[in-house]
């Protein structure tokens, strides 16, 4: 087997999508949700390692159930809990150079032997492309997974290194909260909007890539951006935020170019300009980070 081991970088994606038709349901709180002036930060779980299954559907399909839990993505999601890694699902509808083997994780003819590939993002910055995981490789793939988090992997497997990218990750997931679905989708769509403007006018950074992503908690926050590999969350965003945040993302991207081409060993460069950032009111958290760790991080500031 084949692994693409890539470290971090960065990139992004426009279509107007009907809601109309989707059946979804809303989460009630007795907490004031859409605040900006509320701090979430401390909102985002301190995972170890972000797995994303890649779908050929769309998290905002009405086919995508609120619930939705396939028998690899099971056994994958129980045996990563143990050291602290998560699964989910992941849609990127412009896989134009087909790198991805999609699935329909809601079609109920899909065979359990069939193959998937993956992107896992680590704590460690690193984005690591998986072709191919089943129930027949799981306990490999977690393995490797597991040692790389803990950055025991020695390198057996063959790697290959990659442009790097930066990974924007919007929750769309219409049937398990109303307000993912569709504050999520009118942020996603705007970003994609804005992107290729912006890729029109001036050639931005190619390196950027947008995609939608199932259930990640927090619906009150929506619209929830997850931005890897630097990973971290963002939330309380707007289609009116889009160019503040593809801004920031910009320069996140090139300071972490010129981290990379300069061989820092700091893992996500982005800290320093989050804290002079406007982005900072929209964030929930980072990556293995605790919530006392968050909070302590976004109080420095």
């Not at 050639?203 to 995609?211: E, H, K, Q, S």
């Not at 951006?225 to 990973?231: M, T």
Request: net charge neutral; with cysteine; glycine share 6%.
């Amino acid at each position: 087997m084949t692994w693409s081991l890539l470290r971090p970088s960065l990139s992004f994606t426009g279509a107007l999508r009907s809601r109309s038709l989707v059946q979804c349901t809303r989460t009630f709180s007795t907490t004031p949700s859409d605040s900006k002036s509320s701090i979430i930060a401390g909102t985002a779980p301190s995972y170890r390692c972000y797995i994303f299954l890649h779908s050929s559907v769309s998290p905002a399909s009405p086919s995508f159930s609120a619930r939705l839990m396939t028998p690899l993505q099971r056994a994958l999601q129980m045996k990563v809990l143990q050291w602290g890694g998560f699964v989910n699902w992941a849609y990127y509808e412009d896989d134009l150079d087909g790198r991805y083997v999609r699935v329909d994780p809601t079609s109920v003819s899909t065979s359990d032997a069939i193959k998937h590939s993956a992107t896992a993002f680590t704590s460690l910055g690193e984005r690591i492309e998986i072709p191919s995981v089943s129930l027949d490789n799981v306990d490999e793939v977690t393995e490797y997974l597991r040692r790389r988090v803990e950055g025991s992997e020695t390198g057996t497997l063959e790697l290959e290194r990659g442009q790097e990218e930066t990974h924007l990750l919007v929750c769309t997931h219409m049937s398990r909260d109303c307000r993912c679905g569709e504050k999520g989708g009118d942020f996603v769509d705007a970003l994609k909007e804005e992107l290729a403007k912006r890729r029109r006018a001036s050639g931005v950074d190619d390196m950027i890539r947008v995609g939608e992503t199932a259930h990640v908690g927090g619906h009150k926050h929506a619209a929830n951006l997850l931005l890897y590999p630097q990973g971290d969350w963002f939330g309380n965003l707007t289609a009116q935020d889009v160019p503040q945040v593809l801004d920031y993302i910009c320069e996140v991207s090139a300071s972490s170019s010129s981290s990379s081409s300069s061989s820092s060993s700091t893992p996500n460069p982005s800290l320093d300009l989050l804290r002079k950032s406007t982005m900072k009111d929209h964030w929930r958290g980072r990556m293995s980070l605790s919530k006392t760790e968050q909070l302590e991080l976004y109080n420095s500031w």
